[in-house]
């Protein structure tokens, strides 16, 4: 798949082409990336809309050859690892899970939702700078904490590895037939009007 090539999806109503051209893929190149232009995407994150402006998105980042990276890619499960360790950064998304007021921590029930903004802007930021940003479940939370000295009150989320695409054919043969852009359930099957 060309990076650069426009996406196979089709929208059921006319939307913004960047909405079907970002995807997920797991090719990468083992471009390194500068903190600089990480940073970019981090400021994008930083400007989601979040409950009460509470911003309860955090991040711990490493660059490709750095010891954040190495410790990073030590928590992804080993079917991550094996494509994600040629991204360029990977970052671990956490929120934190409560919000002070009046010197008391009252848990913010929005965290996970607003996180979940947060690493979509991430995601179009990295788009419109010709990256990609592929998002994973798949790692040790345990051993994240630990390596990562995570405070008690953060809750993981997710890791994210951004790089340049590479090519399909430079990944392990079991993965090469998923490098495709998925599909959508039809957006009827998913918005009802009035009701659910
Ligand atoms: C929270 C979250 C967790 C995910 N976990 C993994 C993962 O562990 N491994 C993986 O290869 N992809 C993972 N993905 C990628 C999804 O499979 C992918 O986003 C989805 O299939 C839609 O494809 P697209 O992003 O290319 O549109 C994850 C995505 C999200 C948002």
């Not at 690892?81 to 360029?88: G, P, Y």
């Not at 979940?116 to 788009?127: E, N, P, V």
């Not at 904490?145 to 890791?159: E, S, W």
Request: with cysteine; hydrophobic share 45%; net charge negative.
């Amino acid at each position: 798949m060309n990076a650069h090539a426009p996406s196979p999806r089709l929208a059921d109503h006319a939307i913004d082409p960047i909405f079907l051209n970002r995807h997920s893929p797991r090719a990468f190149t083992e471009a390194t990336l500068t903190e600089a232009d990480l940073l970019a995407l981090l400021e994008a994150a930083r400007w989601a809309p979040s409950a009460s402006n509470n911003q309860p998105w955090r991040f711990a980042y490493g660059l490709r050859g750095d010891a954040g990276f190495a410790k990073i890619a030590d928590t992804l499960v080993p079917f991550n690892c094996a494509w994600a360790e040629k991204a360029s950064a990977l970052v671990v998304i956490a929120s934190k899970s409560t919000v002070e007021k009046d010197g008391v921590a009252n848990p913010n029930p929005w965290a996970a939702f607003d996180a979940g903004a947060a690493w979509m802007s991430l995601a179009l930021q990295a788009h419109l700078k010709g990256l990609f940003a592929h998002a994973m479940g798949g790692f040790d939370k345990a051993k994240a904490t630990d390596l990562l000295g995570v405070p008690a009150d953060y809750t993981l989320h997710a890791v994210v590895a951004i790089g340049t695409q590479g090519a399909a054919d430079t990944l392990p043969e079991g993965l090469r037939a998923r490098e495709v852009h998925s599909p959508r359930h039809p957006l009827s099957e998913i918005a009802k009007h009035g009701s659910f």
